[in-house]
């Protein structure tokens, strides 16, 4: 027989950690003095000890390894559900890893984070920037102009869906859709967002970025870009709340929105909303 101190030399253990697995249940001396509570074991017990060890090195909880050393489960089942964990824990490093890289390797070129989050579905006013040329400024005033004149305007920013030569305005209710202005529905969706301040001329650079984001941590676009613009230039006539206008581009705040995973893609065909081709879900 052995003493705890002894024992635990031998096994590669701490006293402490016998002490513990005994008041646990776990791992019991072979016998315990009455009077002094001095514990013994067992050189016929290190199997049992070396076991447990083993176990908890791959990281099995004090539940599942109590049951294996009992004989109450199965180890090859348990150990690869437990190879599962850990290779599914690998590729969630490695996803880190892979935006850190990026982190890292972006410097003091960019102060943007990427975050992912849920955008809820909303409700807005539709216009296909072909029809004033594409010119997106005179789409914008003559879509905000139709809604205030409506009184139908959210209070919440408009946006775009570059790909699609699409702007949106949202709204608290519905309109009547016209040749030139429809309604539609954005859907709810998970996106990689980025927050871009300044100029529209560097947006370019900071969509690149969020794209790379979402590759290397190992997502999928599932569909096309948003672009929200949360401070921008407007006319006053327009009356929209102040604190969303400035008057100069460095000031202007903006953020990407990329839908990612199997989300709701905003795209549903290039159907008629209103007369004009959108990529809205239809608000019946």
């Known amino acids: 027989m052995f003493t705890v101190g002894a024992f635990a030399r031998m096994a590669g253990v701490s006293a402490r950690v016998l ?16 009077s002094s509570g001095y514990r013994y074991y067992s050189p016929a017990q290190l199997p049992k000890l070396r076991r ?6 791959v990281g099995l909880s004090r539940a599942e390894i109590g049951d294996l050393v009992c004989g109450g489960s199965d180890l090859r089942e348990t150990l ?3 190879r599962g964990e850990l290779e599914a824990e690998r590729r969630e490093l490695d996803r880190r890893l892979a935006i ?4 890292v390797a972006a410097g003091a070129a960019t102060d943007m984070d990427v975050v992912v989050r849920t955008l809820p579905a909303e409700m807005v006013a539709t216009m296909d920037t072909a029809v004033v040329g594409g010119d997106i400024g005179a789409a914008f005033y003559e879509l905000e102009a139709r809604v205030r004149d409506l009184g139908a305007r ?5 946006g775009a869906i570059p790909d699609e030569d699409a702007i ?30 300044g100029s529209y001329a560097t947006l370019p650079r900071a969509r690149a970025d969020l794209g790379a984001w979402v590759e290397a941590a190992g997502h999928q676009p599932s569909g096309p870009l948003r672009i929200l613009y949360l401070q921008f230039g407007a006319e006053p006539e327009l009356r929209l709340p102040r604190s969303w206008t400035v008057d100069r581009g460095d000031e202007f705040v903006t953020e990407l929105q990329l839908p990612i995973d199997g989300a709701a893609s905003t795209r ?14 239809k608000v019946s």
């Open 168 to 197: 949106f305005v949202p709204l608290r209710r519905a309109i009547p859709a016209t040749d030139r202005i429809g309604v539609g529905r954005l859907s709810a969706t998970r996106a990689a967002t980025i927050v871009h301040l």
């Open 100 to 103: 850190l890289d990026i982190r």
């Open 52 to 57: 447990i060890v083993a176990l908890r090195e």
């Open 19 to 34: 002490r513990s697995w005994d008041a646990e249940g776990l791992f019991h001396p072979a016998w315990t003095d009455r």
């Open 268 to 281: 549903t065909g290039r159907r008629q909303i209103g007369g004009q081709p959108a990529s809205f879900e």
């Open 80 to 82: 690869e559900r437990r």
């Open 154 to 158: 959210a209070h919440r920013p408009p």
